[in-house]
C-alpha cells in the first residue's frame, strides 16, 4: 500500500482518466484545479475498498465487479453544497407572482394541478423550501388542489438524506422560528451531548417524491409536465453543449407558460428561442 492513513497520490495521467470516467458518468467538468478535491474524496473510497492506489482502483472501476462502484464514486465526486431558502428571491417570486398566477389559471380551468420539479435537489433542502412556501401560501386551501413536489438528484447519498429529512440545528438556521416551529419536530437532547436534530414533519413530506435521476440519462421516466423546475446551482458543472442538451430536454417536461429558475451565477443566454427572462434568474418557457 503506498499510503499510510493519507490520501494516496494521483498521477496526470491518472486524474486525466479518472476526469473521463467523472464526465461520462455525470458529464460534470473535472477541471486541473479539482485534482486536490478528487484525490481527498476518492482516496477514501480507495480505503475503504482497501485498493492500494489509484491504479488499482481505476482497473477496479472497469472490471466487472467494480459496476457496483460506479455509484460511489458519483456519489463521491459531486458537490452538494445547498442551504433552506438559498437564493430566496425565487420563493419571494413564488409567493409574489408564480403561485397568484397559477391559482388564477386553474380558477379559470387552464391547469388541473401543480407540478414542481427540484431538479438536483442535494440533501433535500430546496424541495422543502418550495413545500413550506406552497403551504404558507395556500394555507387550508393547500388540500383544495393537487400538489406534487419532485425532487430528484445522482446522488444517491443525499437524495436518502433528502428522504429522511432530518437536519442539524445549524443547518435549520435560515428558516425563520415560527416556520420551523410550524414545519419540524424538535429532538430532546440528553445531557446537552448530543446535537439536537430538527425533522421534517409528514405534513411537508406527503406532497414529496424523491428518486434518483442522473442528466446525463438518455430516458428520464418521467411523465408530468411542470408548471416549474427549480434547476439551481448544477450547471455549472458542465459545460456549455451539455447545458443546451438539458435545456432542450427540461424544456420538453414544462407546460406551456410554465418557469424555470436557475442559479445567481447561471445563464441560459444561448438558448433565447426557448426561454424568455423574466427577472433574477426567472425564465419562462416560450
Ligand atoms: C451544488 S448542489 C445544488 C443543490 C440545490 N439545487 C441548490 O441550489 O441549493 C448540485 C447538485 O447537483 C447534483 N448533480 C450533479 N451532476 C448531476 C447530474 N448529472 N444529474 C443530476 N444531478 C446532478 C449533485 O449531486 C448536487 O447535489
Redesign the pocket.
Known sequence: MDFNGNAPSLTDAEFDIISKIIYK????IMGAHKKTLVTSRLGKRIKALNIDNFKGYIEYLSSDKGKEELVNF??SV??????FF??NKHFEYMKSTFLPNWENAYKEGKVKNLRIW??????G??PYSILITLHEYFGSRFNDYDIKVLA????TN?LAHAKEGVYREDVVSPIENSLLKKYFLRSKTLNNMEERKYKVKDILKSSAYFRP????DDDYDIHSEFDLI?????II??DKDFQKQLFHKLHSYMKSDSFIFI?HSETLFNLADKFKYESSNIYMKI
Open positions: 458518468e455525470t458529464r460534470i458519483i456519489n459531486t458537490t452538494n453544497k445547498t442551504d438559498r437564493e427540484s431538479a438536483a435537489c442535494s440533501s433542502e430546496e430528484s438528484d445522482v446522488d443525499v435521476l442522473n442528466f446525463k427549480f434547476c439551481r446551482n448544477v458543472y458542465f442559479g
